[in-house]
């Protein structure tokens, strides 16, 4: 049964219980969008992280194909025919990072998710730190880039405005410079697949969820091979989804501007009653009608397209369709 949002008991299940018998399985779901050439070297640089690791750990990958129109299946399958421990999710069409992942985390069996982009910026060499810090007990493992040199000026000032931002009015904080690469917890998998909106900022969903958090740092490389689908106005209308499906106060906001700007106006227009009664009638003030005429347009305007945000994803969440759409499923590990 699906538990409503509420998880009462964590049962821990830490790496390599003798008594059970079996070595954890780590789940590494990979969302890929036309990336036939970084397929293979995103399996090698895995494969060689994991073999240190095999006393202790196994691992599966979940590749998403969120409608890539190249050869990336083929790559993904070929691969599939010799290692078992590959699946694919293929979804219907391009639905987006943030479905895809969800998509994934939906498929997963393993004891500990770590999302993971394919082109190798977010380093697989990070796994094994990651995973002390679980075996520790911390439930969600962030991975934060600390130098973010590489990026354009303007790409860093952007990023930080936006944390800044997000942080100041949403209910619930998110880590400065945390993608989706981080270790969670099966549990905390549970909760968020659980989560019903269908506006998704995994990121925001990932640290609403809480628990014990642990960090490890890395600074994030190029890509290897391909090029980023994310451009400025993409990444412009993310941040959007992300302000407006965790906050409440750009709503809010508009009873004090509104009461504070009612007073000044009651405060303004008992000064002109009172002089008009006083000095009479003057008509100059063409200057001060057209300005504040302009000020409370743009004020409604600006009001009105605030609400217009959260209407529009309201409308997307009432209307309740499915994050994404599957065309077929294949787990390697059924084939044997
Ligand atoms: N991706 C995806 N669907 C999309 C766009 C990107 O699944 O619509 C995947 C992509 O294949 C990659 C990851 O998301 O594995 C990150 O994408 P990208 O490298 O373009 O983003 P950036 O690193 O620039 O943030
Ligand atoms: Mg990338």
Redesign the pocket.
């Known amino acids: 049964m699906k538990n409503k949002g509420q998880i009462v008991q964590i049962a821990k299940t830490r790496p390599y219980d003798p008594s059970q018998g079996r070595r954890s399985l780590v789940s590494l779901v ?4 036309n ?1 036939q050439q970084s397929i293979g070297p995103f399996l090698d640089r895995i494969e060689a992280v994991f073999a240190p690791l095999a006393p202790t750990y196994s691992y599966e990958i979940i590749f ?1 194909n ?1 409608g890539s129109r190249d050869a990336t299946e083929f790559a993904i399958r070929s691969r599939m025919q010799s290692d078992p421990r590959l699946g694919l999710v293929n979804l219907s069409r ?1 639905f ?2 943030e479905a ?1 992942l969800s998509a994934g985390l939906d498929h997963i069996r393993g004891d500990a998710c770590i999302p993971i ?3 190798l ?1 977010d380093p697989p060499e990070l796994i094994p730190d990651m995973l002390k810090h679980w075996e520790q007990g911390a439930l969600v493992v962030n991975a934060k880039r600390i130098c973010r040199a590489r990026d354009s000026w303007i790409k860093r000032t952007t990023a930080s405005g936006f944390y800044s931002l997000f942080n100041a009015m949403a209910d619930h904080q998110i880590p400065r410079d945390v993608g989706d690469y981080r270790l969670l917890d099966k549990q905390v998998v549970e909760v968020v697949c659980d989560m019903g909106e269908r506006v998704r900022f995994n990121k925001a969903l990932f640290s609403w969820v809480g628990f014990e958090t642990a960090e490890v740092t890395f600074t994030r490389p190029e ?1 290897e091979n391909g090029s ?3 451009s400025y106005w993409r990444l412009w209308n993310f941040a959007l989804d992300g302000i407006f499906s965790s906050t409440t106060a750009p709503l809010r906001v508009w009873t004090y501007a509104g009461g504070l700007l009612a007073l000044m106006s009651f405060l303004y227009a008992s000064a002109i009653l009172l002089r008009t009664l006083i000095i009479g009638v003057d008509v100059p003030g063409y200057a001060s009608t057209l300005i504040l005429i302009l000020l409370f347009g743009g004020l409604n305007l600006f009001a009105i397209g605030i609400l217009g945000e959260y209407i529009g994803r309201i409308y997307s969440e009432v209307r309740e369709r499915p994050l994404y759409v599957l065309r077929s499923v294949h787990k390697g590990w059924e084939k044997t």
């Open positions: 990979v969302p890929v969008f990336e998403v969120d391009n987006g990072k895809a982009d394919v082109d910026q890509r980023s689908t994310w």
